[in-house]
Nanobody, 113 residues
């Protein structure tokens, strides 16, 4: 079972990125999934979650700017990030919610001001 995050990069403040999380080894369509992030020197911060039925939730800090979605046929989780701020810069990870899978390598998001 493996999770591979991608889509990060360097973007100017106000810009957008779309993160992807490809799951392999088993089907995750019935699992709640989440994105979390870790900024330098800080702990893990839950960002957004999506239930197996498609219900979504967001941290207050990203509400209205980020959109989580999933493609169950492709076993892939997404995070569309818009209006990015310097404080969104972090290493972003996906996992089941609660986390049941070995963490992937994450994808780095850097936001320049």
């Amino acid at each position: 079972v493996q999770l591979v995050e991608s889509g990060g990069g360097l973007v100017q403040a106000g810009g957008s990125l779309r993160l992807s999380c490809a799951a392999s080894g088993r089907t995750f369509s019935s699992y709640a999934m989440a994105w979390v992030r870790q900024a330098p020197g800080k702990g893990l911060e839950w960002v957004s979650g999506i239930s197996g039925a498609g219900g979504t939730s967001y941290a207050d800090s990203v509400q209205g700017r980020f959109t989580i979605s999933r493609d169950n046929a492709a076993n892939t989780l997404y995070l569309q990030m818009t209006s990015l701020k310097p404080e969104d810069a972090a290493l972003y990870y996906c996992n089941t919610d609660p986390s049941l899978i070995t963490w992937g390598q994450g994808t780095q998001v850097t936001v320049s001001s």
